[in-house]
């Protein structure tokens, strides 16, 4: 069995952010609340900007950093979102006409709530490792814009945001532990959306979904791996991240289930191991598919990495699908990581307040909407928040779906 893993990452998290706690306070929510959160800024969609743009700006950096023959040999795209435009044709289709991508390629969408972004992963890796090509590539991208329901607590967690993730069998980010992967899933209605605008979640039945399956998974991992401990086995751990403060108690948790509280200083233990992978939530909030794969990617950015160091991944969507894996990262991974400049484009993001918030919020057009044109005048004073060049969405015309680059495209 070939190496297979993440040859390269890079997240899109738009161009503006509203203060948390500002939020809650415009909202009349409890601010003490903040703390359990463990957030400070939350991603804000413009009108100008769905789930296709998220997709093709968080990808369009990986691509065009590889040659024309390397373009040739993505033979698979998969775009996992719970964000779709339309019942039939999925969002994968333009992103693959907008990244200029071969035609000698696989396109589907993938959707299983927040897992649905290490499914995807987890299906691109054996496809490149099955290719009788080498140097097979396989591009997978999250991208969601949720539709939070304004005034709960949910809605300061929930951000739009897109990750994009290419898979070679030359992973010069990471490499995906052959067979060390823990499942478990089963049915459960914790959190639905049986109409586009409507989101139902159990808050309750929710948590306690999400620490079974961790425990669960886990359990699974260990059984299939040999020796693995969940203290000792793993230099980094990443988690699903509907909110940072969530990550923390789910570490908690499982130490304390595992009986392993007494033998590690819990505090001093997610700071080392768990909190680098929080600190991109803090600013973005919870893009749904591309929850752990952007966390991966805050952990690998804001953790020292040393040789052979391996980080054990819990993934989890409500209703439930749950995994626990495991990858090495390379001693490059930080620099190429980095390069792709995700911290720089966080800060470089506009604030807006939460009155700018609503006002934007009840410009984005509706599902199914037949024939509307896009404000350009209310997104353009944050365009230049970020740097050429950028897919936008125009509008739509006879249901078909305008989108232009604005300051051009790299060839």
């Known amino acids: 069995m070939r190496r297979v893993g993440i040859e390269a990452i890079n997240a899109y998290c738009g161009l503006a952010w509203v203060d948390v706690a500002e939020l809650l306070c415009a909202r009349g929510l409890d601010a003490s609340r903040l703390p359990n959160l463990m957030m400070e800024r939350r991603s804000v969609s413009l009108p100008c900007e769905d789930v296709v743009t998220y997709a093709v700006n968080a990808a369009q950096p990986v691509i065009a950093a590889l040659s024309p023959a390397q373009r040739g040999r993505v033979e698979l795209l998969l775009v996992a979102t719970e964000s779709g435009i339309d019942f039939s044709k999925a969002v994968s289709s333009w992103v693959h006409d907008l990244l200029g991508l071969s035609r000698r390629c696989r396109v589907l969408e993938v959707k299983q709530a927040c897992y649905a972004g290490t499914g995807a992963l987890q299906l691109a890796a054996a496809a490149v490792a099955a290719s009788p090509v080498r140097g097979a590539l396989a591009l997978v991208v999250t991208a969601d814009v949720p539709v939070a329901k304004v005034g709960t607590y949910h809605e300061p967690a929930q951000a ?67 020796g693995a401990d969940f203290v000792t086995t793993f230099d980094l751990l990443v988690m699903h991240t509907p909110f940072p403060g969530m990550v923390k108690g789910a570490h908690r948790m499982l130490l304390h289930r595992l009986g392993k509280a007494g033998d590690v200083d819990v505090e001093a233990d997610f700071a080392v191991r768990a909190e680098p992978s929080i600190q991109y939530a803090r600013q973005v909030g919870n893009p749904y598919s591309g929850s752990v794969l952007l966390a991966l990617a805050s952990a690998i950015t804001h953790a020292p990495v040393a040789p052979a160091q391996r980080i054990g991944v819990f993934s989890y969507g409500s209703g439930c699908g749950s995994e626990f894996y495991s990858m090495v990262i390379t001693p490059q991974a930080r620099k190429r990581v980095s390069a792709m400049g995700i911290d720089d484009a966080l800060r470089a993001r506009h604030r807006v307040d939460p009155a700018s918030y609503d006002a934007l919020c009840a410009q984005h057009l509706p599902f199914g909407t037949h024939t509307a044109s896009i404000d350009m005048a209310s997104c353009e004073p944050l365009l230049n928040a970020r740097s050429a060049p950028l897919l ?20």
């Not at 067979?179 to 478990?184: K, Q, S």
């Not at 049986?194 to 999400?210: A, C, F, N, R």
């Not at 936008?392 to 060839?411: I, K, S």
Request: aromatic share 12%; proline share 5%; charged share 20%.
């Open 160 to 226: 739009p945001g897109g990750v994009a993730v290419l898979v070679s069998d030359q992973p010069a980010v990471a490499s995906l532990d052959h067979g060390a992967n823990g499942l478990h899933s089963f049915h459960v209605m914790d959190a639905y959306r049986p109409e586009p605008d409507l989101d139902i979640v159990d808050t309750d039945l929710s948590l306690m979904t999400y620490l079974e399956c961790l425990q669960g998974s886990f359990a699974d991992y260990a059984r299939k791996v040999v």
């Open 392 to 411: 936008l969405f125009t509008g739509v015309a006879g249901y078909h779906r305008q989108y232009e680059w604005w300051g051009g495209q790299d060839d």
